[in-house]
Nanobody
Framework: QVQVMESGGGLVQAGGSLRLSCTAS????????IGWFRQTPGKDRDEREW???????????TYADSVKGRFTISRDNAKNTVYLQMNSLKPEDTAKYYC????????????????WGQGTEVTVSS
């Protein structure tokens, strides 16, 4: 059974950094496109905000305007892991962050990919 797992969240002061990790069992992430999304309290699953995405061939890497220049998505294929490096964090980055996995980059960007993780909490204090 495929499982996608996020880790690396926590509490950090504004201006600080965190690195989130997305791993999977029974699934090779390097064969897939990956997206990072976030959900703030009070919002539904359908309102998750897309943050960053990388396609399966690494030829397309895109970021939401709100995180461009501060967040970086990358892979370590040997570890079957995709990272989201988050620098210069702001209180408005506070959310639960989710990893989405699918072969299709279009589905990832649309937030309708095959496999979601359970999320990891990020809290940025001012």
């Amino acid at each position: 059974q495929v499982q996608v797992m996020e880790s690396g969240g926590g509490l950090v002061q504004a201006g600080g950094s965190l690195r989130l990790s997305c791993t999977a069992s029974e699934l090779i992430l390097s064969d897939n496109s990956i997206g990072w999304f976030r959900q703030t309290p009070g919002k539904d699953r359908d309102e998750r905000e897309w943050v960053a995405a990388i396609d399966y061939s690494d030829s397309a890497i895109t970021y939401a305007d709100s995180v461009k220049g501060r967040f970086t998505i990358s892979r370590d294929n040997a570890k079957n892991t995709v990272y989201l490096q988050m620098n210069s964090l702001k209180p408005e980055d506070t959310a639960k962050y989710y990893c989405l996995v699918d072969r299709s980059y279009i589905k990832i960007r649309a937030g309708v990919g095959a496999y979601w993780g359970q999320g990891t909490e990020v809290t940025v204090s001012s």
